[in-house]
């Protein structure tokens, strides 16, 4: 037998999230004073936050756009030579743009697009937080005080993209970023990939697929922020509802992943999950769980059925904005 390939080690973890708004006041209030989140840093038409518990300076870029979405998300490298390695590897496959310099917080990154035609990139140095006297925790290893601001969010835990073709942006993050797959849903006695929820560490997922059901590239389905407790889900459902905020589905408990959810509409559109529970996974021969129609249900472990929204809806709301046509490459490494 043929020994398996030496797994890639080179991606660390999720470093940061742009996301896109026609509404950037009204969108930062809602991370800012709901969410709680502390602007980190403003340049020019995007400000910069973090969760209290975010360790590097910022996790999350809100960025005025005409429309909504998701725009560069970046994955930090293990080491600067796994940077190098990991540009090399997506040049050589045809999904390299180009490096740059100069974003808040971050060193050299070497951007790249995934087949559905997501902006990446990838970088190794990072600057930490250092909290001003204001946000200094009286916890050493905390590196911002809990300030317990709205629904108080600890830190950016993950993202789900829509794309064309699941199971071809899954092997791509498989074999060119080194993700384990975790979970997947497969339809039509398999030959359908409904799904995939990968991951470059413990966290149980950083980065999903979807299939768009529009057939549209380049969309986001939502992102996600970390709170430590169910509890805590609950309490946000409460902030939410008492600042007026739209809740598409939950609190409820997901069937994939074990997570505990919350889904609301940011003021620009873009949808929010408020996440806790779910489990790590630590084992380098992970087996990843498959999931068939009548395992898959509705998505949910108990509580009501998500919505038609949740399937439906997605950033850039087709209605506002064309399908993407990118030329991108196949990527068919086998
Ligand atoms: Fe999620």
């Not at 709901?34 to 973090?50: C, I, P």
Request: charged fraction near 20%; proline fraction near 6%; include cysteine.
């Amino acid at each position: 037998m043929a020994a398996a390939p030496e797994p890639v080690r080179d991606i660390a973890t999720l470093g940061s999230i742009e996301l896109l708004t026609p509404k950037p006041q009204q969108s930062l209030w809602y991370f800012r004073d709901v969410l709680g989140m502390e602007v980190a840093h403003t340049d020019g038409n995007s400000v910069y936050l973090r969760g209290y518990g975010d360790f590097a300076v910022s996790t999350l870029k809100l960025t005025g756009a005409k429309h909504s979405g998701v725009g560069t998300i970046t994955w930090r490298a293990a080491s600067p030579a796994a940077l190098q390695r990991r540009a090399r590897a997506l040049e050589a496959c045809g999904f390299g743009v180009r490096w740059s310099e100069n974003d808040f917080g971050r060193g050299p990154t070497y951007h790249f697009r995934d087949p559905d035609g997501h902006s990446m990139g990838v970088y190794y140095e990072e600057q930490k937080y250092v909290a001003p006297d204001d946000l200094r925790s009286t916890l050493k290893n905390l590196p911002q005080k809990y300030t317990a601001r709205g629904a108080a969010v600890r830190r950016s835990d993950h993202l789900a993209l829509l794309c064309k073709d699941v199971a071809t942006n899954r092997r791509f993050a498989q074999e060119l970023l080194g993700f384990q797959l975790r979970e997947t849903i497969l339809f039509e006695k398999g030959s359908f990939e409904l799904g995939s929820w990968l991951s470059p560490n413990a966290v149980h997922h950083q980065l999903a697929y979807v299939v768009d059901v529009k057939g549209a590239n380049g969309r986001l389905h939502h992102i996600s922020m970390w709170v430590d407790q169910r509890e805590d889900v609950l309490r946000a459902a409460d902030v939410l509802t008492e600042n007026g905020i739209f809740i598409e589905a939950g609190p409820s408990k997901h069937n994939n992943s074990q997570a505990f959810y919350l889904y609301s509409y940011e003021p620009g559109g873009n949808r929010v999950e408020i996440y806790s529970g779910s489990y790590l996974v630590l084992s380098p021969d992970w087996e990843p769980v498959t999931w068939d129609e009548d395992e898959r249900g509705t998505g949910v472990y108990w509580g009501g059925a998500l919505p038609e929204s949740f399937i439906q809806y997605a950033t850039p709301d087709i209605a506002q904005a064309a399908p993407v046509g990118r030329d991108v490459p196949v990527f068919d490494p086998a």
